[in-house]
C-alpha cells in the first residue's frame, strides 16, 4: 500500500515538474487575434527588415532582440556573427507566411521610426529562434513583456550551451557587442 502511494507521489510530482518547465505557447497565426499579415520586401540584418503592408513599405526592428552588425556604416566592419545572423534571419523567412504582433507594454515605433514588433514566420516565433541560435540577445526589455520569460529562457539556454555568439569570451555585453 505504502509502495502505491509513494508512486502515485512521485508521478504526481514528475507530472507537475514537467507542466511547470514546459512552454505551451502555441505560436501559430490563427491562434492570436492582433497579428497582422505582411508580405516580406527585404532584410536589412539579423534585427531588421523592411515590410509590406497594404501597398506600404515599412522598416520593422525585431522587438526585444539585438544581433551583432552585419554592415559596415556603424562599425567600419561587420562585427563577429552579424552576417550570419542576417543569413538565419533570410533563411527563417524565406517561402514563409509573416505576421507581426505589436507589445502592449512597448511603443509601436522608436525613435528613428522602425515599427517595434514580434515576427512570426508561419508557426516559428522569430525572436525566439534567434536567441535560441544564438544569433541575437535578449535587449530592451522591462521584463513585463507577454513573451518576455520565454525570450529570457532561450537566450539563456544559448548561453550555456556556447551558441554562436555567446562562445566569443566576453563578446556579449549588457548594451551591444563588444567590438
Given at each position: 500500500?505504502?509502495?502505491?502511494?509513494t508512486s502515485v507521489v512521485i508521478s504526481i510530482i514528475?507530472?507537475?515538474?514537467?507542466i511547470l518547465n514546459t512552454d505551451f505557447l502555441d505560436f501559430?497565426?490563427?491562434?492570436?487575434?492582433n497579428r497582422e499579415a505582411v508580405e516580406l520586401v527585404r532584410v536589412i540584418d539579423g534585427d531588421t527588415i523592411v515590410y509590406q503592408k497594404n501597398d506600404q513599405n515599412y522598416t520593422l526592428r525585431l522587438l526585444l532582440v539585438d544581433t551583432p552588425e552585419s554592415s559596415t556604416t556603424k562599425t567600419g566592419e561587420a562585427q563577429p556573427f552579424g552576417?550570419?545572423?542576417?543569413?538565419?534571419l533570410k533563411d527563417i523567412l524565406a517561402d514563409e507566411t509573416l505576421h507581426i504582433e505589436y507589445e502592449p507594454v512597448q511603443e509601436k515605433t522608436d525613435k528613428y521610426g522602425r515599427e517595434l514588433a514580434y515576427l512570426f514566420a508561419g508557426d516559428i516565433f522569430v525572436q525566439k529562434l534567434l536567441l535560441?541560435?544564438?544569433y541575437a540577445r535578449l535587449a530592451y526589455?522591462?521584463?513585463?513583456?507577454?513573451?518576455f520569460e520565454i525570450l529570457q529562457k532561450s537566450e539563456t539556454q544559448a548561453n550555456e550551451d556556447d551558441k554562436n555568439i555567446w562562445g566569443i569570451k566576453n563578446y556579449v555585453e549588457e548594451y551591444g557587442f563588444r567590438p
Open positions: 500500500m505504502k509502495k502505491n502511494v514528475i507530472i507537475i515538474t514537467w501559430s497565426s490563427d491562434t492570436v487575434e552576417l550570419e545572423a542576417k543569413e538565419y535560441e541560435e544564438g526589455e522591462s521584463g513585463e513583456e507577454k513573451y
